[in-house]
């Protein structure tokens, strides 16, 4: 007789995040939705020079496999029969680029990351091809023509990397994002591997059409990529292939969308007009607009959301990117030493409850929507003697939430009808002092649900309602019903008005930073021309006064 704990189970869904920070595999219950067990292995990033960020695609790999073995190790400890996973999902880290060997399965080269900005000179140089009256990019893809993006990524590395472009004259290079190279390695690599994308991570390589759902000719010419090396594109639901070797092998990997998208799919944003806001290493506010692409007028992209299914159609959303969110506090912990874990700004940012005047404009990577200004570097501004670590921390959660506060008033003015709330997740919004802060600066109430997974859910939904899986119905009325915490705004209009007015200050003085004269030009005479009380936070350098930031008397 079935253990009845197993017995009660029913059909699992596992989902794999792959995000920027970290790798995660979750298992969730196909009828109830509920998070059954998981497990998170951090990654390295890597800034080898000014800008540049990279990752190594074999450990990203290695930390999926070791993901799912240890998930898999405690629900067997959960007395869960791990037969039950019918399904797997994959939620990735978008823009990425990684390109490897199909005869050997070893990248050809590290995997570039979507902060990345070592392309700004390529950028530079393809925008000239642009004809000034004819924006070919933007209206076959959403997107303008930023560092940010796939395309520039791999045109780099084609200039670049002698053993890139060796191997693509000789037939033996397979391009992708995070999901593709995942999804190639899960089901054979070498040995019959699937080279495959969705439709929401092709929307966001500048080389697809956003409008016929196919890699662009013109596109590729522009950007001379080889379409050989492109993955086929599939729906965000389907079965792609089976899983090879370790616990799961045999079990379909059936669901796939960009981790924004997920988070849309996870938070039941299925009709036109709903949006949410996902806080991670960046922050990203995804609006459905039904089955219509929308171009903004004020920074926004045009993207895929998704597509549930090989016959299904497609449905598309209006975004706001913000480079660094949890970036931030990563940063404070990493390279100043201002917190021990991420959980501790929390408690800094608590004991003051102000910035004390302080702004901070965390434009590491420069500023993403709405300005798409890449000249921007960090500032901090505002200080003085009384300034201490407590004062920086609150003030870097404040700048998560003035930039949701810009996409925001950008998503609204596109769409014509204001927001009335927030719907928000990912790992910040635990830290309920943020999400306090931000329903005090946005002046609306902000809404999360208890189970704050929601790009897990989202992938695994995905998975578990493929053709062929068919154990998780999309249907309204099937669908559970998210628990929600909510936060009021605590603060008058005026008060908040006054802080993002300052804030607009703050962010005009961080852009033109970086010119063919700057500090990063090895030239340091723009020092003599630096306006006083602002500090250059130019990713790995901050002088401000030591003894105030650590709290030494």
């Known amino acids: 007789m079935a253990d009845p704990k197993t017995a009660a189970v029913g059909p699992l869904v596992g989902a794999v995040v792959q995000g920027t920070n970290s790798t995660r595999f979750l298992v969730f219950s196909s009828k109830t939705a509920e998070l059954l067990s998981h497990h998170k292995v951090e990654l390295t990033q890597e800034f080898p020079k000014e800008g540049w960020v990279e990752q190594d695609p074999k450990e990203i790999l290695q930390s999926v496999y070791e993901c799912i073995a240890r998930t898999c190790e405690k629900l067997e400890e959960m007395?869960?029969?791990?037969?039950?996973?019918?399904?797997?999902?994959?939620?990735?880290?978008?823009?990425?680029?990684?390109?490897?060997?199909?005869?050997?399965?070893?990248?050809?080269?590290?995997?570039?990351?979507?902060?990345?900005?070592?392309?700004?000179?390529?950028?530079?140089?393809?925008?000239?091809?642009?004809?000034?009256?004819?924006?070919?990019?933007?209206?076959?893809?959403?997107?303008?023509?930023?560092?940010?993006?796939?395309?520039?990524?791999?045109?780099?590395?084609?200039?670049?990397?002698?053993?890139?472009?060796?191997?693509?004259?000789?037939?033996?290079?397979?391009?992708?994002?995070?999901?593709?190279?995942?999804?190639?390695?899960?089901?054979?690599?070498?040995?019959?591997?699937?080279?495959?994308?969705?439709?929401?991570?092709?929307?966001?390589?500048?080389?697809?059409?956003?409008?016929?759902?196919?890699?662009?000719?013109?596109?590729?010419?522009?950007?001379?990529?080889?379409?050989?090396?492109?993955?086929?594109?599939?729906?965000?639901?389907?079965i792609y292939g089976l899983i090879k070797t370790g616990a799961l092998e045999g079990v379909p990997i059936s669901g796939c969308l960009g981790d924004q998208c997920a988070a849309l799919v996870g938070q039941m944003c299925f009709q036109e007009g709903q949006a949410k806001n996902t806080y991670g290493t960046g922050c990203f506010l995804l609006c459905n607009t039904g089955r219509k692409c929308v171009f903004s007028e004020h920074g926004l992209l045009t993207t895929v959301a998704y597509k549930l299914g090989k016959e299904k159609p497609a449905y598309y959303a209006l975004e706001g990117s913000v480079a660094i969110a949890g970036a931030v506090i990563r940063w404070l912990r990493d390279n100043l030493g201002i917190i021990e874990t991420s959980g501790d700004i929390e408690k800094l940012a608590k004991e003051v409850g102000t910035s004390y005047g302080c702004y901070f404009v965390p434009a590491f990577s420069g500023l993403y929507a709405p300005y798409w200004e890449p000249s921007a570097r960090g500032i901090l501004c505002g200080l003085t003697q009384f300034t201490n670590k407590c004062h920086i921390a609150f003030a870097a959660l404040e700048a998560v939430c003035f930039q949701t506060r810009e996409i925001l008033e950008a998503m609204n003015r596109d769409c014509g009808t204001p927001l009335r709330h927030l719907q928000v997740d990912g790992g910040m919004t635990n830290n309920k002092v943020l999400m306090q802060l931000q329903a005090d600066i946005l002046h609306i109430p902000v809404i999360k649900p208890f189970m704050p997974e929601t790009t897990a859910l989202g992938a695994a939904m995905a998975a578990g309602a493929a053709e062929g899986v068919s154990i998780w119905s999309l249907e309204p009325q099937a669908l559970s019903v998210l628990?929600?915490?909510?936060?009021?705004?605590?603060?008058?209009?005026?008060?908040?008005?006054?802080?993002?007015?300052?804030?607009?200050?703050?962010?005009?003085?961080?852009?033109?930073?970086?010119?063919?004269?700057?500090?990063?030009?090895?030239?340091?005479?723009?020092?003599?021309?630096?306006?006083?009380?602002?500090?250059?936070v130019s990713s790995m350098v901050m002088l401000i006064g030591a003894r105030y930031i650590s709290g030494m008397p």
């Open 79 to 238: 007395n869960i029969d791990i037969s039950n996973i019918k399904a797997v999902g994959i939620s990735n880290q978008r823009e990425t680029t990684v390109i490897w060997d199909k005869l050997t399965g070893e990248p050809l080269y590290i995997a570039v990351v979507w902060l990345d900005l070592r392309t700004q000179t390529t950028v530079e140089d393809l925008s000239k091809k642009i004809p000034g009256n004819s924006n070919f990019v933007k209206s076959k893809t959403g997107l303008p023509l930023s560092t940010y993006f796939s395309a520039v990524k791999l045109r780099w590395m084609l200039d670049n990397v002698r053993h890139v472009q060796k191997a693509v004259e000789e037939g033996r290079a397979l391009f992708g994002t995070i999901d593709s190279w995942l999804i190639w390695s899960l089901t054979g690599g070498v040995n019959g591997g699937v080279h495959c994308t969705d439709v929401t991570n092709a929307s966001r390589t500048m080389l697809f059409n956003i409008h016929s759902l196919e890699w662009d000719k013109e596109l590729c010419d522009f950007f001379e990529i080889p379409m050989d090396l492109l993955p086929n594109v599939f729906s965000s639901s389907e």
């Open 483 to 536: 628990r929600m915490e909510r936060f009021e705004p605590q603060i008058q209009a005026t008060e908040s008005e006054i802080r993002y007015a300052t804030w607009k200050k703050a962010v005009m003085k961080s852009m033109g930073w970086v010119t063919s004269q700057s500090p990063e030009s090895g030239d340091p005479s723009i020092f003599s021309s630096m306006p006083l009380g602002f500090f250059i």
